[in-house]
């Protein structure tokens, strides 16, 4: 109760100390309407029309099934969204009183007390109005007039003498992914999608802090802090950076003032790995004769990041350097965590950085078509070390160039640039995603008939944006340390030689192209910034979505959670090459998983192996933003699939990985860490019963920048052995690190597999043991609500498994590829 106290307290004394001071006007009552009707309903803000809309009960819900199809008629209406609120006289008297609305979705006629205050045009800036003079005493009125994005979109396009790919969600500053995609329902929203304030503030205000570093160092940091002051007259501050004090004064207007800084004998920030995410946590405070004025914090890391780009005897190397160590790059495409932005019944977004960290990961990637993430988001990164690629939102097609989107998309820029770029997480800006690689590779001239003219217009219009805009707009905001900027991923489409040689690639052969799992070891480029293969999400996320009756493949409900056009039929073709093909449902859906995590396992190895050719593997796709059938690892609920697991697995810092060919099998160890890695590998062959048929042991120094050659095991020295019924255990065990694979000579439906009697015993509150009397392969631990560090193991006689839950668990079920195998 204390606790409480002191925290109710501390804020209490914020709020009467400081001068500038905000007024939640989320929290009011707030109603909705679409704009055809009078009668209102209870809103939430921040919301969307549709989670309004089905709180009030007016629509079903809209993942459930196929109703997504019944509702696309709301993207097609306009919606009013209005509160009344009170002013009081103490709060009038403030000298400034500022709207602000953090994000507004996304075309929004904004009146306050009957007159048009705002015309809002996109969903990624922050608007900020001065009201002081249209606010009275007593009660105030708030209306917004959401029109129509898709109808804006198509007004928009029409007045091109051309089409552009994707119609009218380019013209359109909106999530673009909320239009659909090949694993999105389209659900076109509108709404007060973040927080609205009022902002009291007298005399000075920060608007903005950024900071530099002129020197950094293992003896001494020197950060210069930027403060820009809004002063409503001439006057002298003083502004306090922690504890020290300088006095300025400050002209009528903008003002910008520099603070040096110095830290003796820094904390690196290092990302996951490599050691811990140092933060320093700096207060600014604006004063007046004592008196605080205005205040702000942020939390800095002390890193240099570079992206080193030199040429090679193969093309171009394309890889990040953290505090001067070359480092290769391991996670995933990030996308939004929900169709509904605002919705909370799914995975947060510091659960899904705590799974990047338990997997290993230390680079997400924001990905262009969805949004710039929250707050929250970034600040997870910062504190545990997950390196952050930031994309601009365009995804998948060619954009306007007028000026007045351009003009839109800039103050974007600046809106959105001045809010991250303190995280040291951030690693890098990117202008687009495959946006460079459609226009050369897509077809898009041919497909809409482009004239010359025509396809000239389109490529300068996207040089304006992603070549001059952008990076010149980075350049008047960031310092040089920060300021890193790639026009757009990949740099060359995956279907010419030059991307596996230069810059970053998306390699979809495997999937789209249906090559074979084995292509993505000849399929490897500098950094594979994109590839992946979809998975179904386990039978619990569906039936919580999907009727009984229509768990089946030929459901019209079964078939929307599936938003591929051939995704089944791709799963289908690509699990008869390596599994058997199962009948029941729920087994079918386990060997999918398996597949996915084959075919992740072949891809990230083989990168891994390449190094340090190949500095980078960020897969596609971390999570969902409903329950669906996906590329995701994670589903929408935040159940890891077996992919999950095997991510965690395959991006280990401390990896065994083989070369095989036809006269011997390769064990190489790849060291993620910054310091050799010494040990001993111990290889076994042995049967499916545990009994060892060959042993071999090897001293190895696992170097840091190249891989290092463990062991060569030939195979005429090895005795003879059934490949369907053996498996090579290979173990390496160092002062600090130690880590067990498992390498098979045939495909898995090609194993003659025994039924394994597994033993499970509770040895702790959230402790199981697991065993078998024979190798039981893939088992799958269904525990319920409860999660585990591993899962899908494969399990060996005389090799029993210590688990750890997160909870005590009640029941278990177990399956394994022997079920399946033997359906």
Avoid at 675 to 701: H, P, R, Y
Avoid at 735 to 740: D, E, R
Wanted: aromatic letters at 14%.
């Amino acid at each position: 109760m204390l606790n409480k106290i002191v925290i109710v307290l501390f804020f209490v004394i914020c709020s009467i100390s400081a001068q500038t001071s905000y007024r939640n006007l989320s929290d009011e009552y707030w109603t909705f309407n679409n704009q055809k009707e009078t009668k209102k309903y209870k809103a939430t803000i921040p919301g969307t029309v549709h989670t309004d809309l089905f709180q009030n009960q007016l629509i079903p819900d809209p993942y459930y099934g196929a109703n997504e199809k019944k509702l696309q008629w709301i993207e097609n209406e306009n919606w009013e969204y209005e509160t009344t609120f009170s002013v009081t006289n103490k709060e009038l008297s403030a000298e400034n009183i500022e709207l602000e609305f953090n994000g507004l979705d996304t075309y929004a006629s904004v009146f306050l007390n009957g007159n048009r205050i705002l015309e809002a045009d996109n969903m990624f800036r922050k608007w900020s109005l001065s009201v002081k003079n249209q606010l009275k005493k007593g009660k105030n009125h708030l209306k917004i007039v959401f029109h129509s994005a898709v109808q804006k979109g198509k007004e928009e396009a029409s007045k091109l003498r051309y089409t552009l790919p994707e119609k009218e969600r380019v013209f359109v500053r909106k999530a673009q992914y909320q239009f659909g995609w090949d694993w999105a329902p389209r659900f076109v929203t509108a709404g007060i999608w973040k927080n609205v304030q009022l902002k009291f503030w007298n005399s000075a205000i920060i608007e903005n802090i950024k900071y530099s570093q002129l020197q950094l160092n293992g003896e001494k940091a020197l950060l210069e802090f930027i403060t820009d002051i809004h002063s409503s007259k001439e006057q002298t501050v003083q502004l306090a950076l922690n504890d020290n004090v300088h006095t300025f004064f400050l002209k009528k207007g903008k003002n910008i003032v520099k603070i040096t800084y110095e830290i003796l004998k820094p904390k690196f920030w290092w990302c996951n790995g490599l050691g811990a995410p140092n933060l320093y946590l700096f207060s600014v405070e604006l004063k007046q004769n004592k008196q605080s004025l205005d205040q702000h914090q942020l939390n800095i890391g002390l890193r240099t990041i570079e992206l080193v780009q030199n040429k090679d005897t193969f093309g171009t190397g394309f890889y990040f350097k953290l505090n001067g160590k070359p480092v290769f790059m391991k996670g995933a495409n990030y996308i939004p965590n929900d169709s509904f932005l605002i919705n909370s019944a799914k995975t947060s977004v510091l659960d899904l950085v705590l799974n990047a960290k338990a997997s290993n990961m230390n680079m997400l990637r924001v990905w262009g078509g969805g949004v710039y993430a929250d707050d929250a988001f970034y600040n997870a990164c910062d504190a545990n070390g997950i390196l952050v690629w930031q994309d601009f939102m365009f995804a998948c097609s060619m954009y306007p160039g007028d000026d007045k989107f351009v003009a839109n998309v800039k103050q974007e820029v600046i809106d959105q640039v001045n809010r991250l770029q303190n995280h040291p997480s951030l690693a890098l800006w990117c202008g687009n995603n495959e946006n460079d690689e459609g226009w050369h590779n897509w077809g898009w001239q041919k497909q809409y008939n482009y004239s010359k003219s025509d396809s000239t217009q389109i490529w300068n219009d996207y040089k304006k944006v992603f070549h001059e805009m952008i990076p010149q707009t980075l350049d008047s905001l960031l310092s040089k340390e920060k300021n890193i900027y790639w026009p757009s991923s990949p740099s060359i489409g995956w279907g010419r030689k030059e991307s596996l040689l230069q810059g970053d690639s998306h390699y979809w052969g495997v999937w789209w192209g249906k090559e074979p799992f084995e292509m993505y070891q000849k399929k490897v480029g500098r950094f594979m910034s994109e590839y992946g293969f979809q998975g179904m999400p386990n039978l619990k996320t569906l039936e919580r979505v999907i009727a009984q009756s229509d768990l089946n493949f030929g459901s019209e409900s079964f078939k929307n959670h599936q938003k591929h056009p051939t995704g089944f039929e791709t799963i289908n073709e690509y699990m008869a090459r390596d599994f058997k093909v199962p009948i029941a449902l729920d087994k079918y859906i386990y060997v999918s998983q398996l597949l996915q995590a084959f075919g992740m396992k072949t891809a990230i190895e083989a990168h891994r192996l390449a190094k340090p050719y190949c500095m980078g593997s960020l897969y596609w796709q971390f999570n969902d933003c409903w329950p669906v059938t996906s590329w995701s690892t994670v589903d929408y609920y935040g159940n890891w699939k077996a992919s999950q697991y095997q991510v965690k697995e395959s991006f280990e810092s401390i990896a065994l990985l083989f070369s095989d060919n036809t006269e011997s099998l390769s064990i190489l160890g790849s060291n993620d860490t910054l310091e050799v890695q010494e040990g001993i590998v111990t290889a076994q062959l042995m049967d499916f019963s545990g009994n060892m048929i060959w042993k071999a042991v090897n001293e190895c120094a696992i170097s840091l920048e190249t891989n290092t050659n463990c062991m060569q095991i030939l195979y005429n020295q090895l005795p003879n052995f059934d490949k369907q019924k053996t498996v090579l255990q290979v173990e390496f065990k160092g002062k600090n690190k130690q880590t067990v694979v498992y390498h098979y000579f045939v495909k898995p439906k090609e194993l003659l597999l025994e039924k394994p009697t597994i033993e499970i015993k509770i040895v702790g509150e959230t402790l199981i043991e697991v065993k078998t009397n024979t190798l039981a392969k893939n088992v799958y631990l269904q525990t319920g609500e409860a999660s585990m560090a591993v899962n899908y193991f494969d399990l060996i006689p005389g090799f029993p498994k210590i688990i750890k839950m997160d909870k005590p668990i009640n029941s278990l079920k177990t399956m394994s590829l022997f079920d399946v195998n033997n359906e």
